[in-house]
T-cell receptor
């Protein structure tokens, strides 16, 4: 298994509170991604990073921000959580030689009440 | 923009039955195509890939052929096992090597195999 961990694995929070999800990798892969998985939508890209301090928006970035201060960590922040952000969040990593071959973490189930 | 359409599930089969999961795509240029699999409680894993037209990707008995003329990448397996029960995602990437790859996923098809 690729060395990818996500924390927390489960979280319940209230509407309006800030939430930060963490993705940690031990593979030294350059590219990191955050997806959300919802029924009927598959996986949708939120943000991605192509290097330390280099990030860009994905398909569904509104309401989310990211930071990557070191290679191994990629943080996803919901500044003010809403019920529409209830989802399962997956982190993924890949390398420049095969960027489409993404290795996924175990996921974080977030419930916003 | 890019999009991937795959057949609705769930698909329920008996062990040793033949499997087909349909996938069609819309994309500009020449995308690469993939099947990812998600076992219960886990993240996605790359199952197979095809990077150009007429390529056949294969792994663990699963196969899919990149058909540009029909914009399709159907997943097949000749004889499924209970352990193949999972959700299967078709995906495409229009990025090359050296750049972060933004994958576009289909909605997933749940496969349940019974004894």
């Amino acid at each position: 298994d690729a060395g990818i961990t996500q924390s927390p694995r489960h979280k319940v929070t209230e509407t309006g509170t800030p939430v930060t999800l963490r993705c940690h990798q031990t593979e030294n892969h350059r590219y990191m991604y955050w997806y959300r998985q919802d029924p009927g939508h598959g996986l949708r890209l939120i943000h991605y990073s192509y290097g330390v301090k280099d990030t860009d928006k994905g398909e569904v970035s509104d309401g989310y921000s990211v930071s990557r201060s070191k290679t191994e960590d990629f943080l996803l922040t919901l500044e003010s959580a809403t019920s529409s952000q209830t989802s399962v969040y997956f982190c993924a990593i890949s390398e420049p030689r095969t960027p489409y071959e993404q290795y996924f973490g175990p996921g974080t189930r977030l419930t916003v009440t | 923009g890019n999009s991937v359409t795959q057949m609705e599930g769930p698909v329920t089969l008996s062990e040793e039955a033949f499997l087909t999961i349909n996938c069609t795509y819309t994309a500009t240029g020449y995308p690469s195509l993939f099947w990812y699999v998600q076992y219960p409680g886990e993240g996605l894993q790359l199952l197979l890939k095809a990077t150009k037209a007429d390529d056949k990707g294969s792994n663990k008995g699963f196969e899919a052929t990149y058909r540009k003329e029909t914009t399709s990448f159907h997943l097949e397996k000749g004889s499924v096992q209970v352990s193949d029960s999972a959700v299967y995602f078709c995906a495409l990437s229009d990025g090359g090597t050296g750049t972060a790859s933004k994958l576009t996923f289909g909605t997933g098809t749940r496969l349940q195999v019974t004894l």
